[in-house]
């Protein structure tokens, strides 16, 4: 079964700073675009940032300016830079496939999603 492993999430204070992985087991070159989704308690799984192939991105405006999406298609693995976090950033980070950049749906590569990875932060 192909596997989203994401990773990196943690507890960090208001204005600290993480960087998210996300390990697909299967070549994601073909894919063209990649994002990052997140899914705090009692609200609705949302994108946050999305790439293509090509490195174009796209952001929620909640995360502009703050979030960097990077992918590494080598290694199979896609980052999200997460700088000047907000205790309004917390919940569970997700990433998959994504069926546009202008369209938040999640794309059929992947067929699930991954465990996620928590980032919690601090007042």
């Known amino acids: 079964q192909v596997q989203l492993v994401e990773s990196g999430g943690g507890l960090v204070q208001a204005g600290g700073s993480l960087r998210l992985s996300c390990a697909a087991s299967?070549?994601?070159?073909?894919?063209?675009?990649m994002g990052w989704y997140r899914q705090a308690p009692g609200k609705q799984r949302e994108l946050v940032a999305a790439i293509t192939s090509g490195g174009s991105t796209n952001y929620a405006d909640s995360v502009k300016g703050r979030f960097t999406i990077s992918r590494d298609n080598a290694k199979n693995t896609v980052y999200l830079q997460m700088n000047s976090l907000k205790p309004e950033d917390t919940a569970v980070y997700y990433c998959?496939?994504?069926?546009?950049?202008?369209?938040?749906?999640?794309?059929?590569?992947?067929?699930?999603w991954g465990q996620g990875t928590q980032v919690t932060v601090s007042s």
């Open positions: 299967r070549s994601i070159f073909s894919i063209n675009v």
């Open positions: 998959n496939e994504v069926l546009g950049l202008w369209d938040a749906r999640v794309g059929p590569a992947f067929g699930h």
